[in-house]
Structures are given as structure tokens and as C-alpha cells.
């Protein structure tokens, strides 16, 4: 009983900030956009300093690099993206680092703590693989590294290539929205749709290749 206590108490707080979202503060991609601009020549900054502080609190990943890529566009908006979600993930490591491996692993579930066991063994391509292929979640991912041997730097460089791929298509998704041409419109839809399916056809087999090295 406790157990459903607590998923109908987190449904309560998710239906209450997807409500509070719509209704008052409006957190689309076009509103942050608007904001985020209205602080002029330190707008870039604040945005890299917002996605870089977005592991620790309850916000979408996905929103924010559209709303970059309006705001500055698909190549700036993609450099300043991969500054802040690369900056974000080493905060996130260094927070499950200094929290400690025991406590981070309490918090992480079963599923983590497999992810952790394999984050032992070959950490950079482990973590390049999975920022390509979004098999679990992008935080996740960070905080289990966290929690496991696997040194900062092979995890730095690992997430920083491995997410250049999909944040060019959120940015340049992003940007296209606020384009007047249907051209790029189609061509940012493909280029999304490339990115983030052709991965997922390998997804199981990459799922199998985890498990065996488990």
C-alpha cells in the first residue's frame, strides 16, 4: 500500500506541474525563448548556466534545446546547448561523487545499479553508446556514473561527443518552428526523425550487449 501511496502521490505532483506549466507560468519553448533574450548580450550566458543547473530540478531537456535553438539559432544554439548539458552532466557526476556511491545507489533503483555495474567496465564507450542511443535517461546516466569508478574526464568527453548528434536536431527543430520556409521545416523534421530513429533500431541489440557485460 505504501508503495501505491507513493506513486499516486508523484502522479499528483507531475499532473500538478504539467498544470501549473499550462496555466500560469506557460514554459513553452517560445515563451523561454522570449525570456531568455530579453537579458540581451547575457542571454547566451544564462542560458548556458540554466541547462546547466536543469539535472537538479524538474525540467525538460528536451523544451529547453528547442528554445535554444529559436533563440540563437541551430549552430549557436547547438554549441551553447552542448556547453550547458555537457556542464550539467559533470555537475551531476561530481554531485553523485560527493553524495557518495551508497547513497547515490539507493536513489538510482535496479535499474541503475545495472547500468553502474556496467559503467565499471570500458566507462567511455559505455557512455558514448548510451548518449547516442537514449536507452535510459540522460540524467541517469550521469548520476550513475557518479556512483561508479568511472573517472571524470572518459565521462566528459563521452557525453560531449556522444550528444552532439541529438542536439543538433532539437536546435535545429527549434529553430525551424520559427522559420517562415516549409524547406526547413521538412529538412529539421528528417534530420530529427534520422537522428532519433535510425538509433533506435539497434536499440535491443545494444540492450543485449549491455547485458552480457553485466
Known sequence: MRKWG???LIVIIL???IILNRTVLDLS???IRNWILSFGMLAPLLYVLFYSARPFI???ASVLSLAGGLAFGPVYGTLLTITGATA???LAFMFAKKA???RIETKLGDRGRKLQDQLEHNGFFIVLLLRLVPIFNFDLISYAAGASKIRLLPFSLATLIGIIPGTFAYTFLGFSAGSDSSGTIVLAISIFAIVFIVPMLFRNK???YLQNRA
Open 29 to 31: 519553448p517560445e515563451r
Open 206 to 208: 545494444i540492450k543485449a
Open 88 to 90: 550539467g552532466a559533470i
Open 6 to 8: 507513493w506513486i499516486v
Open 100 to 102: 557518495g556511491a551508497r
Open 58 to 60: 524538474l525540467f525538460p
Open 15 to 17: 499532473a500538478g506541474l
